[in-house]
């Protein structure tokens, strides 16, 4: 088994519909950049009020990526 080594970064995802979708929404649009995505850590969770209703979800995700 090798040692790993990460770049970590943090991102903020978010959505309409839930908070899985908001995690969903940051991974991918940091995928798109990014090949080693290998972990997730959730660290915030928020949301916008709009008419007394959630609006948005909002999500601060740490992403661990392998270092090169």
Known sequence: MSDHVYKIIDVVGSS???IE???HN???HVGE???NIRWFQ???T???VENGKVAYW???VK???TAA
């Open 42 to 44: 959730v660290v915030e």
């Open 26 to 28: 940051a991974i991918t």
């Open 16 to 18: 309409r519909q839930s």
């Open 21 to 23: 979708d908001a995690v």
């Open 33 to 35: 950049a990014e090949n």
């Open 58 to 60: 909002q999500v601060t």
């Open 46 to 48: 928020r949301g916008q």
């Open 63 to 65: 992403l661990g990526i």
